[in-house]
């Protein structure tokens, strides 16, 4: 298995599980002024290309999950945030947009275990997994308002699609910070547990379900992101497809003989 190198982030394989760390904890892991917006899309297309690769968790180093944009690069009117609106514009697209785009294609499950705050764009990050989790400290926040800007990320089309569409403006519009166990209340997360069980408690749920058929597990998310924008009987077609494909895998087989001996 050929690693690939990330800068600021730490990647680690363990099994068929893929832990990324995100890095910078001296910025509080911002997803521009750094190259975490490499690491992470460079991550995602060759989590697609292993297939040794079962699950993704992405976690932060340090009292942050992600502290989204650079707010000190907003000030100066500098970096990602430099330019004209054509300029602007241009680097939110050749920049943190491609993160949605590349997570969103991620063939695999994808669990967040968000060990801090998570506010902005490093909560669209969160949200952009398949599976949160998160840690007592962590807290929430679509905080784009506050500073004047809209979420550039996606987030408005994310949240809306987790926790509905009333609950995710509320929070977008006030810009309030949401703690841990209010996250999971509103359903954001799955479950809170306490930061020193946050990565154990992750890679448990990572290893259970990298233990399943790999084949019928990327099918299986696929169909799981299909389902929420096709109608019923084209869904089924592409199921029944998709399933005459799994009978015909030497996993199904050595899973039903499993379970036969059981």
């Known amino acids: 298995m050929n690693i690939p190198p990330v800068t600021d982030a730490l990647l680690e394989v363990d099994g068929r599980v893929a832990l990324l760390t995100l890095n ?23 989590v697609n290309r292993c297939d040794d690769v079962s699950v993704l968790v992405i976690t932060g180093a340090g009292a942050a999950f992600s502290a989204g944009g650079n707010v000190k690069d907003m000030a100066g009117r500098s970096g990602d945030f430099a330019g004209d609106v054509a300029e602007v514009a241009q680097r939110y697209r050749r920049g943190i947009q491609r993160i949605p785009l590349a997570l969103c294609e991620v063939e695999v499950p994808v669990i967040a275990a968000v060990n801090g705050a998570a506010i902005g764009a490093g909560f669209d990050l969160a949200n952009m997994a398949d599976i949160r989790l998160a840690s007592r400290r962590a807290r929430f926040g679509e905080t784009f308002l506050n500073l004047g800007i809209i979420p550039g990320d996606g987030g408005a089309w994310l949240m809306q699609r987790l926790i509905g569409y009333q609950q995710a403006f509320e929070l977008t519009l006030t810009g309030r910070i949401v703690s841990a166990d209010e996250a999971k209340a509103l359903g954001i997360v799955l479950d809170v547990v306490e930061p020193e069980h946050l990565l154990p408690t992750a890679l448990d749920l990572a290893g259970r379900i990298a233990a399943q058929p790999p084949k019928a597990l990327r099918l299986t998310k696929r169909l799981m992101k299909m389902a929420q924008r096709m109608e019923l009987k084209d869904f089924l077609d592409l199921c029944a497809s998709f399933q005459g494909m799994c009978h015909n895998e030497a996993e199904h087989l050595e899973a039903v003989h499993r379970m036969l001996k059981e």
């Open 24 to 46: 910078r904890d001296d910025v509080r892991n911002a997803l521009t002024g750094t190259q975490l917006i490499e690491d992470i899309v460079g991550v995602a297309e060759w």
